[in-house]
């Protein structure tokens, strides 16, 4: 059984719009995070939580705003899309935060944005 | 932030060869490194982790040399096969939750 799920795995997006992107981890992990691939850059970090609190953010937009409604659910919220944003997005979770944890990725969500 | 260089970016093998990939890293205080493998359509499964403070670590057909003089890592799949071909990523971290990664291999191994 997939531990960490990742919804939808493909979404296609108008300019503008707004889409939220789901992930759901079953491994019992305090932390998880986002990060973003896209066909220009290699895999970037963006954000990471702790026990549903927000530890690091490297994303520059505002437009991407994370949420956290249960302990094992990170979900990423994507407003004013742009076609910029076409890339695919995976989730991520470790035990907890600190070296030695290590960090186990989900399937991804790959989204287009026209 | 951490800048990560990976080579090759493309790597073709026939099935028994090794197969080496290197990542150098700028970061001095980097303490941890990793290596994930991405098979097409799929996520990133985890191969290997290595702290700062181990040179070498073998595990199921792969060895990780870390070189911190040198600030460089590197993977060796030794006797490749077919079911080995996929992007394969470094990653390291010096910030305790931020993962660096670097832009990929894209290994072939051809029967």
């Known amino acids: 059984d997939p531990k960490i799920i990742q919804k939808p795995k493909y979404l296609v997006a108008v300019t503008g719009s707004e889409k939220i992107l789901i992930c759901e981890q079953y491994l019992g992990h305090n932390a998880m995070y986002w990060y973003r691939q896209s066909a220009k850059k290699p895999l970037e970090f963006m954000f990471s939580y702790s026990y549903q609190k927000l530890m690091d953010n490297q994303t520059a937009s505002s437009r991407f705003q994370p949420q956290s409604s249960k302990k094992n659910h990170l979900d990423l919220q994507i407003t004013a899309l742009k076609p910029d944003d076409s890339a695919t997005y995976f989730c991520?979770?470790?035990?907890?935060?600190?070296?030695?944890?290590?960090?186990?990725f989900g399937p991804g969500t790959r989204l287009t944005v026209l | 932030g951490e800048q990560v260089e990976q080579r090759p970016p493309h790597l073709s093998v026939r099935e028994g060869d090794s197969a080496i990939i290197i990542c150098t890293y700028t970061?001095?205080?980097?303490?941890?490194f990793s290596w994930y493998k991405q098979e097409a359509g799929a996520g990133l499964q985890l191969l290997m982790s290595v702290l700062s403070n181990v040179d070498r670590k073998e595990e199921q057909g792969l060895t990780v040399l870390l070189n911190k003089k040198d600030k460089r890592l590197s993977l060796n799949l030794t006797a490749a096969h077919p079911g080995d071909s996929a992007v394969y990523f470094c990653a390291v971290r010096f910030y305790y939750n931020v993962l660096y990664f670097g832009s990929g291999t894209k290994l072939t191994v051809e029967p």
């Open positions: 970061d001095s205080a980097t303490a941890y």
């Open positions: 991520a979770s470790s035990q907890d935060t600190g070296l030695g944890y290590e960090q186990y």
